[in-house]
């Protein structure tokens, strides 16, 4: 099972969302753990990867041999991908 982590960053965004949102995005983000890679998907041009969470996206890194995925940034998908 991997850990989680969650950056300040993402902390910060999901402080701003209504607390059922909020909820919502870090239950999909913990039920991953069991196996993360039947649930994320590679991002194009580095190395993270990215979670759905309905119209929120996590970018996720993800570190294997510590079995850690370090949640780096949390945002709304029109414009998680501009940062």
């Known amino acids: ?12 965004f999901l402080n701003k969302l209504p607390k059922s949102e909020a909820a919502l995005v870090l239950q999909k983000i913990y039920s991953i753990r069991e196996s993360p890679f039947s649930h994320l998907k590679r991002l194009k041009g580095n190395d993270f990867w990215r979670l759905r969470v309905h119209k929120y996206r996590a970018i ?8 850690k995925l370090i949640v780096l940034r949390i945002g709304h998908r029109k414009n998680i991908y501009d940062e």
């Open 60 to 67: 996720i890194d993800v570190v294997v041999s510590g079995k």
């Open 1 to 12: 099972m991997y850990s989680i982590e969650i950056t300040a960053k993402a902390e910060k």
